[in-house]
Structure formats: C-alpha cells, structure tokens
C-alpha cells in the first residue's frame, strides 16, 4: 500500500529552527509537496521536489532524498504565525496525490 | 481575485437527505478536485474531472457524486447522507496534468445527523 508518515506534533520556540519530517512509501514517485494549513483554513502550497537536493524559499527550505523516500520541510526563525499544520504530499506513478496525515507545529513565545 | 470557491462553507444534514457542494474557479484551470479532510487523516480524494465534461472516481467516491458541466464548475452531491459523511470537503483546482500546486477553496464544513 501508499504511505506518507510525519510526526503528528511538534512544538519550538519563536525565532529558533524547526524541521519536520515526511517519509513515504508509494507505488512511483513524480514529486514531493509540502502545504501549510492554519487552523480552519484551506492548504497553501509551500514547495515542491522532484529531483534530490535541497530547495530554498526564504525562510523555508525542503529536502529530498528519493532514494530514502525521505523529505524535510525546514523552517528558519520561526514567528507565531508559522503556527499551522504542515501536509507532505507525493504524487505518484498516476500523478495522483497521496496526502499525509500532517503535522501539527505549535510555536511558544 | 475570487480563485476558488465553494458554497456553502456550512451546512447541518439529517441522515438521508441530499445536498449538493458547488466549487467554482476563475482561473481556467483544467483539472478539478474534490477531496475530504478527516481528523487524523491525510486528505483524500473523492472524485476529480480533467476537463469539461469529464469526471473520474477517486480513493473514497462511494456516496458521492460529481458533474463537470462548465469548465469553471465543479458540483459535489451526496444523494443519501451518512453520518459517517461529517467532514470538511475542499475543492482544488490547477492548470494541467504536469503542474503540482493545487488551489484549495475554503472547505465546506458538513455535519450530517
């Protein structure tokens, strides 16, 4: 069967790094996605990989290794508003998305 | 910038009645998506549509169904609710088959009694 696995919750500290991880196990690979989703809210598409590597977007990077099945979505000085879930998402042989569970980061002041 | 949309954002069913979840996108994208967000759960796909005209089942389509009669139209019924059909419901919608950022709606939150 299909599986993404992430953490259900995480916890940091406003201005430290975090970093969240999305293992998966699925019947082909065409690409990683990671969404952010406030509480009562609709997902935001954050990054996208498909080749290994690190890919850098401001305060957020993400991470593949395809050959682990192993993502990372990194978060650098973190600010309340980053409070959200984050969602992996992997699209498969079908192009079809298989979604985690998410995780849920909770920031302290 | 309207994106998408979905109507209602709310609604309270009793078990065996019908209702009907419309989304609605202003960037002419192709490809539509209905998908349901359970608590503990990834999303999961109901029913998604390539195109006008077209509609095709997804992970969980039992009790539902769908309809692409419009390009930016993209219907979700359920013709006998269940209990176990309580959920937030999201549309999505993007350009085509090769681009991966989905547009999300605002979710529909059903309650069925």
């Known amino acids: 069967g299909q599986n993404i696995d992430q953490p259900t919750e995480m916890t940091a500290t406003e201005g430290a790094i975090v970093q969240i991880n999305c293992t998966y196990q699925?019947?082909?690979?065409?690409?990683l996605f990671w969404y952010q989703q406030h509480a009562g809210e609709a997902p935001t598409f954050l990054s996208y990989?498909?080749l290994d590597g690190l890919e850098e977007k401001g305060r957020f990077s993400s991470f593949l290794s395809r050959s682990k099945g192993y993502s990372y979505l990194l978060l650098k000085e973190l600010q309340m508003k980053d409070s959200a879930s984050y969602l992996c998402a992997v699209r498969d042989s079908n192009y079809q998305l298989i979604w985690g569970a998410g995780t849920k980061l909770i920031i302290k002041p | 910038n309207a994106g998408v949309t979905q109507t209602p954002k709310f609604r309270v069913l009793k078990t065996g009645q019908s209702m009907t979840l419309l989304c609605a996108q202003d960037?002419?994208?192709?490809?539509m998506y209905w998908y349901r967000q359970d608590p503990g759960m990834g999303l999961r796909l109901i029913h998604y549509?390539?195109?006008?005209?077209?509609?095709a089942k997804g992970e969980v389509p039992d009790g539902y169904n769908v309809s692409r009669l419009k390009k930016q139209n993209f219907l979700l019924g359920l013709e006998s609710a269940a209990p176990s059909q309580t959920s937030v419901y999201f549309c999505?919608?993007?350009?085509?088959?090769?681009?991966?950022?989905?547009?999300f709606g605002e979710g529909s939150r059903l309650t069925v009694l």
């Open positions: 990989n498909v």
């Open positions: 699925t019947s082909g690979f065409n690409g």
């Open positions: 999505a919608s993007k350009t085509g088959a090769d681009t991966g950022e989905l547009f």
């Open positions: 960037m002419n994208h192709e490809y």
């Open positions: 549509s390539v195109g006008e005209g077209t509609t």
